[in-house]
């Protein structure tokens, strides 16, 4: 069955040459993240190129994230990510930037700013490292490519609310189309122990009946004494719990400002479903907006995202049931349904006989969002 929350584990001490990176993608890791507030230069870029070389010998992209910290910009309150971390980031085809943001959207606005400039492509997740992350929580959805829920701003709550934070930030995550990530120590007693504790299992399935895109390990991966094994279980207990889940159930709305177009093409896409046997979705796009919108109606079938751009398939690598790979751009609309049809038998989507929607923008690169899509039955 095809895990579709998917697995992010943060590297250290315990996981980051090659061969320990390859056994964490074989236990169910689809992305990386790395730590700038820590070690130097020379550590990030030896985990970097391990990530790339792992990436290559799995055949499969791999998302990397890095979790940067800031520091007051000089003449104001604001704060900013430190310039020699901006310039690093740029050169070294980050997906994610993940930060703290105690100035909510005005904090991500920066970043982006200050990203853009530096010439990275790189997507800016909020860390609602602060309990006034979640009032302010809709304009930071809004102004973030996602958000990271952690243990130190649920720690600033009171405690009877914590449970109904991390959903709320889930169902509002769902209705901006953003992917929301949960990264709070969940396997904490995987540190020292092959085994999961009762309540920790639990713990992910919540977080997987919360309709998160991710779970996000931070020291059991990086520090723990089995990092391998704590991939797994998270991955073992997705599954299980996915397998289980009713996930055609009444979808919601998104908003947020999100291309109604667009957004009207997932939903009806959900909607066939219901009315068709499909077997996969595929989306060719040079944005990845198309396809995270599909995923966050939360269909019954694979997504695989397709595009040109390196940078937006390991972003959809994060995304919620989306298998993506990278294509050269089509030359017609026929070669884009060809390929795209090839790609997903190799893969096991698919096989002779199944019937598979594809979405894209017609013509060609003519628009970043998909504006069409066919039924094709596989030959």
């Known amino acids: 069955m095809l895990k579709r929350t998917k697995v992010a584990a943060t590297l250290g001490p315990s996981a980051s040459c090659p061969g320990e990176l390859m056994q964490l993608v074989r236990a169910g890791a689809d992305a990386f993240r790395l730590d700038l507030s820590e070690d130097n230069e020379m550590v990030w870029q030896e985990r970097q190129e391990a990530i790339r070389e792992v990436e290559g010998l799995a055949q499969q992209p791999i998302t990397l994230l890095v979790d940067v910290p800031t520091e007051q910009v000089a003449g104001n309150g604001d704060r900013c990510i430190p310039a020699n971390l901006v310039t690093w980031i740029a050169k070294h085809e980050v997906d994610y930037v993940l930060v703290s943001v105690p100035q909510g959207s005005h904090t991500i606005s920066l970043v982006r700013k200050t990203l853009a400039e530096a ?9 609602l490292d602060h309990a006034s992350n979640y009032r302010d929580i809709d304009s930071i959805i809004q102004a973030a490519d996602g958000v990271v829920v952690t243990a130190t701003g649920l720690a600033e709550l ?6 109904v934070m991390q959903k709320m930030v889930a169902r509002q995550c769902q209705i901006g189309a953003k992917p929301c990530l949960v990264g709070r120590r969940i396997l904490s007693n995987m540190l020292q122990s092959k085994e999961p504790t009762n309540s920790e299992v639990f713990d992910i ?7 998160a895109d991710a779970i996000l390990l931070g020291a059991e991966t990086a520090e723990g004494s ?15 719990t996915e397998s289980l889940m009713e996930i055609t159930d009444r979808p919601i ?17 959900r909607h066939i479903l219901k009315m068709q046997e499909i077997a996969a979705v595929g989306v060719y796009s040079h944005s990845s907006m198309t396809a995270r919108l ?3 109606n939360w269909i019954d079938c694979p997504v695989l995202g397709l595009s040109d751009s390196a940078t937006t398939v390991r972003q959809m690598g994060l995304y919620h049931g989306v298998v993506s790979r990278q294509m050269k751009t089509p030359g017609s609309t026929a070669e884009m349904l060809a390929t795209t049809t090839s790609i997903a ?3 096991g989507l698919v096989v002779p006989g199944d019937r ?9 690169r003519s628009t970043d969002n998909a504006n069409a899509f066919v039924i094709e039955t596989i030959s």
């Open 158 to 163: 009171e405690t009877w609310s914590i449970p």
């Open 345 to 347: 038998k190799q893969l």
């Open 294 to 296: 599909i995923a966050k």
């Open 205 to 211: 399935a919540n977080v997987v009946f919360d309709h």
């Open 253 to 269: 709305k998104v908003g947020f400002g999100q291309p109604p177009n667009t957004a009207a093409l997932a939903y009806s896409i």
């Open 226 to 240: 089995y990092p391998t094994q704590a991939v797994e279980v998270v991955s073992k207990t997705v599954i299980a």
């Open 356 to 364: 598979m929607i594809i979405a894209s923008e017609l013509p060609i």
């Open 119 to 127: 010439g990275s492509e790189a997507a800016v997740m909020a860390r």
